[in-house]
């Protein structure tokens, strides 16, 4: 691992945000930031903001995009919320509004 981040909290579920990051895993980053810019999903929005952050933190140890890829990437549960909605006949039923916490971990590409 030669650079990483994590962002946490995400307000989506994991289960919607792996299918995201099934597509790039293992990828490398120009072919990364491509797939996520034309993701259809709302989470690729937020995936591509923690993929910046570990290029960012990849450029500070003077590496370039072109030499890394993902080697790492997963979404772990974070807190969930937890709501009430009304029911029929007087009742209530619970809502759990789910979080992640995402890690993206990248590596050199060795030829």
Known sequence: MIAHAKGKYIRVSPRKTRLVIDLIRGKNVP???????????????????????????????GLTEEQLFVSEIFADPGSVW?????????RATGILKRSTHLTIKLDLITK
């Open 31 to 61: 072919t990364s930031q491509a797939i996520l810019a034309h993701a259809n999903k709302a989470v690729a929005k937020d995936i591509s903001k923690v993929l910046e952050s570990a290029i960012s933190n990849a450029k500070a140890k």
């Open 82 to 90: 937890k709501r009430f909605r009304s029911a029929p006949f007087g």
